[in-house]
């Protein structure tokens, strides 16, 4: 399994960004996945989830509204298009699969396999 993130970087506050999860090595489209980020100084944070279809997706409540999760199951590229940045959303960003937890309140207990991450840093 490998997951490989791109798209990070700085952003002004309201601005937008667009990651990308390129995955291989497994059957993606049999797959949730899911977006996990970790702010400097802070354990990590559950934010969203995709269905293997793509019909089904979850946020947690400190994303909800302004950022979009979606995939491309012939590409096997997942994406977070991130919208109305502020600065309290700069933390690594990575894309993981079989997580657990309680996603609308952003807890993870864990996830089976990671990427490396993405920084993603809004000025402030």
């Known amino acids: 399994v490998q997951l490989v993130e791109s798209g990070g970087g700085l952003v002004q506050p309201g601005g937008s960004l667009r990651l990308s999860c390129e995955a291989s090595?497994?059957?993606?489209?049999?797959?949730?996945i899911n977006w996990v980020r970790q702010a400097p100084g802070k354990g990590f944070e559950w934010i969203s989830q995709?269905?293997?279809?793509?019909?089904?997706?979850k946020y947690a409540d400190s994303v909800k509204e302004r950022f979009t999760i979606s995939r491309d199951n012939e590409k096997y590229v997942a994406y977070l298009q991130m919208n109305a940045l502020a600065p309290e959303d700069t933390a690594v960003y990575f894309c993981?699969?079989?997580?657990?937890?309680?996603?609308?309140?952003?807890?993870?207990?864990?996830?089976?396999?990671w990427g490396q991450g993405t920084q993603v840093t809004v000025l402030s």
């Open positions: 993981a699969q079989r997580c657990t937890g309680t996603l609308k309140s952003g807890i993870l207990q864990g996830c089976d396999w």
């Open positions: 995709i269905s293997s279809g793509g019909l089904m997706t």
């Open positions: 090595g497994f059957d993606f489209e049999n797959y949730f």
